[in-house]
C-alpha cells in the first residue's frame, strides 16, 4: 500500500505541475466571463463570431472540466489508500490499484493538452518546403516530403490544399506551400519547422553514389486576424499573374494567381490555388499575418531572414532530423534522439510518433 501512496503522491504533482502549466485558474474565471457574455442580447447579432464563440466556449468546459474531475477523483483515492494503509484486504488492494492505473490513463490523455497549448495550436497549418542544397536530389527530396505529410494529413484525417507550388527541372519540386486544416493541425505540425536531411544512393547519378540532400521545412498558422497586428494597406504591393497550378477551369486563363508583398519587412506570401483572384488574395492575406506574426516576435535573425525568404546554408542552422536509406536505415531526431529503423513507414506518412516526442519533450510531460 505504501507503494501505492508513493505513486498516487507522484501522480498528484503532474497533474498540479499540468494544472499551472495551462494557467486553468486563470482560464476558469475567463469562462465564467465569456459564459455571462453569451446571455447578452446583443450577442447572436453577428451570428458567425457568436458560433465561433460557442464553440471555443464549449471545448474550454469541457477541457476545464476534465482537469478538476482528475484533481478531485485522484485527492479521494489517495485518501481511501491511505485510510486503508494498514489494511490486509487483497481485494480491496486490487481494486485500489486498478482505479489508480484508471487515473494514470487519464491523466497522460489529459497531458497531450500540455503538447498543443499554444496559442495557434487549433489552427490550419501552412507548411512551406524549400529545397536546399543538393540540386536535382534536394528537389526530390523536397517532393518526397510534400507526399510524407500529404499522407500524415491523410491518415490524420486532416484536409490539404496547395496553396503555391514549383516544379524542378528536371524531378521534384523547388518549393511547395499548402494548407493543412484539421483538429490541432498547427498545434502538432509546428513540430516539423526546420531543416530535414537525407541520405540515399542517388537514383540521378550516373555512378549510383551516396548524396546528402537537404530541404527546409517552414511551418506557420493560417491567422484570420492577429490583435496586435495590423496590415495598412499601403504597406502592401499586390502582384497578379496567371496560375500554373490547380483551381479550375479559370486557371491559366485568367490572371488570378496573386502575391502579396509587405513592404517594411519584404515577406511574401502567394496563393493560386483558388478559383477567383478575390479568394486567392484573401488566402494569401492569412498566409501573411501568419508569417508577420512569427517575425515580430521573432528572437533571432536568422528567423527573421528566413521568414523574409534570404535561405543560406548557414542561415538554417542544424538539421532537426536525418532520414537515412543507405548505407542502413534510420529515421533519426536529432532533439528528441527518437528514432525509426523503418524511413519507409515514415516517409509513407508515420511522422506522428517523432512529432509527439517532440510535443512531449517541450512540454516536460513523461
Known amino acids: 500500500m505504501n507503494e501505492l501512496i508513493s505513486q498516487l503522491q507522484d501522480l498528484q504533482s503532474q497533474v498540479e505541475r499540468a494544472w499551472l502549466s495551462l494557467d486553468l485558474d486563470r482560464r476558469s474565471q475567463d469562462l465564467v466571463s465569456k ?10 447579432q453577428d451570428r458567425k463570431k457568436a458560433e465561433t464563440i460557442s464553440r471555443e466556449i464549449a471545448r474550454e468546459e469541457e477541457q476545464i472540466l476534465n482537469w478538476q474531475n482528475l484533481r ?58 524549400y529545397a536546399g542544397a543538393g540540386g536535382v536530389d534536394a528537389q526530390d527530396w523536397a517532393q518526397m516530403l510534400e507526399r510524407m505529410y ?54 540521378f547519378d550516373a555512378d549510383h553514389q551516396r548524396h546528402t540532400s537537404f530541404a527546409m521545412v517552414e511551418v506557420l498558422p493560417e ?3 492577429v490583435t496586435d497586428i495590423v496590415i495598412d494597406e499601403k504597406d502592401l504591393r499586390i502582384d497578379v499573374f496567371r496560375a500554373s497550378g490547380h ?23 502567394v496563393c493560386q490555388n483558388e478559383r477567383s483572384q478575390m479568394q486567392n488574395k484573401e488566402q494569401a492575406r492569412k498566409y501573411l499575418l501568419g508569417k508577420l506574426e512569427q517575425y515580430y516576435h521573432a528572437e533571432k535573425e536568422e528567423e527573421r531572414q528566413r521568414l523574409r525568404g534570404e535561405f543560406t546554408e548557414n542561415a538554417w542552422g542544424s538539421q532537426i532530423r536525418s532520414y537515412v536509406i ?3 536505415k534510420m529515421v533519426k531526431d536529432h532533439r528528441t534522439k527518437f528514432e525509426s529503423k523503418d524511413p519507409d513507414s515514415v516517409l509513407d506518412g508515420t511522422v506522428m510518433p517523432f512529432i509527439e516526442a517532440h510535443l512531449s519533450q517541450q512540454a516536460g510531460v513523461s
Open 223 to 225: 491567422l484570420e486576424q
Open 247 to 269: 483551381g479550375g477551369q479559370s486557371v491559366n486563363t485568367t490572371d488570378s494567381a496573386v502575391r502579396l508583398t509587405h513592404l517594411p519587412t519584404g515577406i511574401t506570401a
Open 150 to 203: 500529404l499522407r500524415l494529413a491523410e491518415k490524420q484525417g486532416w484536409q490539404t490544399v496547395i496553396l503555391d507550388r514549383m516544379p524542378g527541372q528536371q524531378a521534384g519540386i523547388k518549393y511547395v506551400t499548402m494548407k493543412l486544416t484539421g483538429e490541432n493541425a498547427f498545434g502538432y505540425l509546428q513540430a516539423e519547422k526546420g531543416v530535414h536531411r537525407l541520405v540515399r544512393l542517388s537514383p
Open 35 to 44: 459564459q455571462a457574455l453569451m446571455q447578452t442580447e446583443d450577442f447572436w
Open 72 to 129: 478531485h477523483n485522484l485527492a479521494d483515492l489517495l485518501v481511501l489508500a491511505r485510510t486503508g494503509q494498514d489494511s490486509e484486504q487483497g481485494d480491496w488492494q486490487n481494486e485500489l490499484n486498478i482505479s489508480f492505473e484508471q487515473l494514470r490513463a487519464q491523466y497522460q490523455e489529459l497531458a497531450k493538452q500540455l503538447m498543443l497549448s499554444g496559442p495557434y495550436a487549433g489552427q490550419p497549418a501552412i507548411i512551406s518546403i
Open 326 to 328: 543507405h548505407p542502413y
